[in-house]
């Protein structure tokens, strides 16, 4: 890849929340490891480094890449944690003097804003990624003073729902609408996988009798993933489905009390596990530790899971929510109406009952995914787009 200037490597940084579990921090990363060639990347993650192997494996990924990882605060966001690491930010560009900041979702962003009233330099150009296609939920009045202090980015969007997200939180607050001709939809890639040949059959061999169906439910325990809606799930495709389930509900969150009380009724149709996030989900997923994964988000981004797991010939049960829709096929037969608790249960014991089917039916949409979610195709337009932006203007 070329970014135009031999003599003159690219300096950015990226900013994200943590390194923690997140589908943003993983996008963040697979670029960088994309792009470490072309672009001379420092990470600065605003709430630290996480004590879990989520945080070793990211940080050991950049480590191995030879990319520094910057830390914002340990102050919570509502007791000035977003004025000090907004504070850090701006030293750390004035030392570096990055040409782009590239900021990943609502808490970079803020994070951003607050460096702006430390001196950061104008100069330093700003791309934001849109992760989600609900902006700012509970921080809509600060969301529209950090918009104020973006104005004039660049915006890539991980879906057409997260531009439209950001354009209608835009119009929401009073605030311009970033131009079209500086917004782009650019989605997630996803590098692991090996495309199936035509004659490819399912990926993995029939589970032997007797063995319980292995559901996955993988992300952070609170509402937007619809961790709440499980209990509802799980009773209802109970009663359609004889076979042995096991539940794996992997992840953090506020919800984890609660998944655990629930998790430990004896009376439970399925036997439930609460556990850590799962360290390299996509490679557990290639190998066949779950038969089937279960997204009852109610909105997302794009959602890097039903991505990973497609491809890994895994069948998803989901719902039909702007973001995460965008990765199905129109006519995809396991799609369900949010907090539909009843229709997603049905459509959970359906893909329990005939498993085949479905893992089939997933196999054969692979090369058609490895087209459209291509890791390296995510890299090129990311690299285009840093170009564009440092740019010069066009003279009118």
């Given at each position: 890849m070329d970014v135009g200037d031999s003599t003159h490597k690219l300096k950015v940084i990226q900013v994200i929340t943590h390194l923690d579990l997140g589908g943003a921090e993983e996008v963040a990363i697979s670029l960088a490891e994309a792009l470490y060639q072309d672009v001379d990347f420092v990470f600065f993650a605003v709430l630290g480094i996480a004590d879990n192997q989520i945080g070793r494996d990211f940080l050991q990924r950049l480590t191995r890449l030879g990319i520094p990882v910057y830390s914002g605060t340990t102050i919570g966001m509502k007791y000035g944690g977003a004025l000090h690491a907004g504070w850090q930010l701006s030293r750390l560009a004035r030392r570096l003097r990055p040409d782009l900041i590239h900021v990943h979702t609502e808490i970079p962003e803020m994070t951003y804003a607050c460096a702006t009233l430390f001196g950061l330099s104008a100069k330093v150009r700003l791309i934001r990624t849109i992760h989600n296609s609900s902006l700012w939920p509970a921080w809509a009045r600060i969301g529209r003073w950090a918009e104020g202090r973006m104005a004039g980015a660049k915006a890539a969007a991980v879906s057409q729902a997260g531009l439209d997200g950001l354009w209608r939180f835009q119009t929401e607050q009073g605030r311009p609408l970033s131009p079209a001709d500086d917004t782009e939809v650019i989605y997630n890639g996803v590098a692991r996988g090996v495309p199936p040949s035509e004659d490819s059959g399912p990926g993995r061999a029939t589970r032997p009798l007797g063995q319980p169906v292995q559901v996955l439910f993988a992300g952070r325990f609170e509402v937007q993933k619809g961790v709440d809606l499980l209990p509802e799930i799980v009773e209802y495709a109970g009663r359609d489905t004889t076979q042995a389930v096991y539940l794996h509900v992997a992840g953090s969150g506020s919800k984890a009390r609660e998944l655990q009380q629930w998790a430990s009724r004896p009376d439970l149709k399925w036997e439930v596990g609460?556990?850590?996030?799962?360290?390299?989900?996509?490679?557990?997923?290639?190998?066949?530790?779950?038969?089937?994964?279960?997204?009852?988000?109610?909105?997302?981004?794009?959602?890097?899971?039903?991505?990973?797991?497609?491809?890994?010939?895994?069948?998803?049960?989901?719902?039909?929510?702007?973001?995460?829709?965008?990765?199905?096929?129109?006519?995809?037969?396991?799609?369900?109406?949010?907090?539909?608790?009843?229709?997603?249960?049905?459509?959970?014991?359906?893909?329990?009952?005939?498993?085949?089917?479905?893992?089939?039916?997933?196999?054969?949409?692979?090369?058609?995914?490895?087209?459209?979610?291509?890791?390296?195709?995510?890299?090129?337009?990311?690299?285009?787009?840093?170009?564009?932006?440092?740019?010069?203007?066009?003279?009118?």
């Open positions: 609460i556990h850590e996030p799962v360290p390299a989900l996509a490679r557990r997923l290639q190998d066949g530790h779950f038969d089937i994964v279960l997204m009852p988000s109610r909105f997302e981004g794009l959602a890097l899971v039903a991505i990973e797991a497609l491809l890994a010939g895994v069948p998803v049960v989901a719902t039909r929510v702007p973001g995460l829709a965008e990765v199905f096929t129109p006519d995809y037969p396991l799609l369900a109406p949010s907090e539909d608790s009843r229709a997603i249960g049905r459509l959970l014991a359906q893909a329990i009952n005939r498993l085949p089917d479905y893992q089939d039916l997933t196999w054969r949409s692979i090369p058609l995914l490895h087209e459209r979610f291509s890791h390296r195709s995510m890299a090129e337009k990311y690299l285009e787009l840093y170009s564009r932006t440092l740019a010069p203007a066009a003279s009118p």
